[in-house]
């Protein structure tokens, strides 16, 4: 019921506007109500024996005439729990079908159908098709299919922002399908050219090859390998060697520029160790 077009009779039956309080009540209300902030007066219980918090604001606090509060409550600030507020937070589980229904499209004008594509399913300002001269009610020709018609859905704020509204996981399967038989072409042309060269080169490999299983087999960093072209980036080291940094952690070590990543002294120094015995003594090291 609106509380715009109340009966007049139920406004007889109790549903009048507080009177106005008088300026001694208004001042030992005001009394009251500082006295349970300061924590010298109890608090107000709900009809559900529940404290009200005094520092609440009165506007909050309040409830509207036309709800015929019998006292301290704030029913009136919680959501309704009736069967039109109850509304689901999330999309549901089932598939919602878009796109035009099955049957094609009709031959002729219908009365009733949009005035510029002639779908059943909407009207002339709801229309996204491209405006057209002349409409399809006075051509008659290129009517469109009518589209599926949503249901309404009341949801929630969450629901409403929902990315996996309508989301068929079973769909996906085809993509998944898709780059397998992609992957497969690749290993089979990768598998035919090897086989090319072998036969030219008169080379014979065991057919445990992994070319994942060393490092020397796959391109590194910074490298592009080819069977006749070699190039190489300079500065870029091998993984499985040890940075030049991590050689000598002590504070009186050789200085390591990261721009460059050059280390012109020997991070050994004053270890006793010999240059010459030495896998790495420094970029200025000459054997």
Not at 85 to 110: H, M, W
Not at 211 to 223: I, S
């Amino acid at each position: 019921m609106s509380f715009t077009k109340l009966d007049s009779k139920d406004l007889q039956k109790g549903r009048e506007e507080p009177k106005k309080q008088s300026r001694l009540e208004w001042k030992q209300q005001k009394e009251l109500e500082e006295a349970r902030k300061a924590g010298t007066a109890p608090a107000e219980v709900d009809e559900f024996g529940h404290d009200i918090n005094p520092h609440i604001p009165h506007y909050i606090v309040s409830s509207p005439w036309y709800l015929q509060a019998n006292g301290p409550t704030l029913e009136h600030q919680r959501a309704f729990k009736t069967a039109q507020r109850q509304r689901p937070t999330a999309v549901s589980e089932e598939i919602v079908k878009t796109g035009y229904l099955p049957g094609g499209s009709a031959t002729k004008y219908r009365k009733g159908a949009c005035d510029n594509c002639g779908a059943m399913t909407h009207k002339k300002k709801d229309c996204l098709e491209r405006p057209r001269k002349v409409g399809a009610r006075y051509t008659g020709s290129f009517i469109m299919p009518d589209e599926r018609v949503l249901p309404s859905q009341s949801f929630t704020f969450d629901g409403k922002r929902d990315r996996w509204c309508g989301y068929n996981a079973a769909d996906y399967k085809a993509v998944i399908e898709e780059h397998e038989k992609v992957e497969l072409a690749k290993k089979q042309l990768k598998s035919k050219q090897l086989e090319e060269e072998l036969v030219r080169s008169d080379v014979t490999v065991s057919d445990d090859v992994d070319d994942d299983k060393y490092a020397d087999h796959a391109d590194m960093p910074g490298q592009k390998f080819d069977s006749k072209i070699r190039i190489t980036v300079r500065n870029l080291r091998i993984r499985e060697d040890t940075a030049k940094y991590l050689r000598n952690l002590g504070d009186g070590s050789a200085h390591y520029d990261p721009k460059t990543r050059a280390m012109r002294e020997n991070p050994y120094e004053g270890s006793g160790r010999e240059k010459g015995d030495l896998d790495y003594a420094g970029d200025n090291f000459v054997r």
